[in-house]
């Protein structure tokens, strides 16, 4: 939260000092969260198991076996203060 707060005082000093106009100051915005992309929560499980075989002196086998989940979760919290502005 600290983070997004610096960066919105960055930009206003930067339209103050009439380094940027007010319409950049708005670009990399997305609803009322100041990121350049969406975000979301990701939580990664699984397994994943390797083995390597020397057939010979010159040949090696290699035997590879994995298990992944996924759940995404939160995925891109910031349309939703655009859409209420957007729609008010």
Known sequence: M?????FLRILQ?????????AAAQLAPT???????????DIVNTGYEL?????????VTGLVNLS???????????EFEGWYE???A
Do not use: C, Q, Y
């Open 2 to 6: 600290r983070h997004r707060h610096a």
């Open 13 to 21: 000093a930067r339209v103050d000092a009439r380094r940027i106009t």
């Open 30 to 40: 997305i609803g009322d969260e100041p990121n350049p992309g969406a975000t979301a």
């Open 50 to 58: 390797s083995a390597w075989f020397n057939l010979s002196r010159n």
């Open 67 to 77: 298990h992944a989940k996924t759940d995404r979760s939160n995925v891109f919290p």
């Open 85 to 87: 502005r957007e729609h």
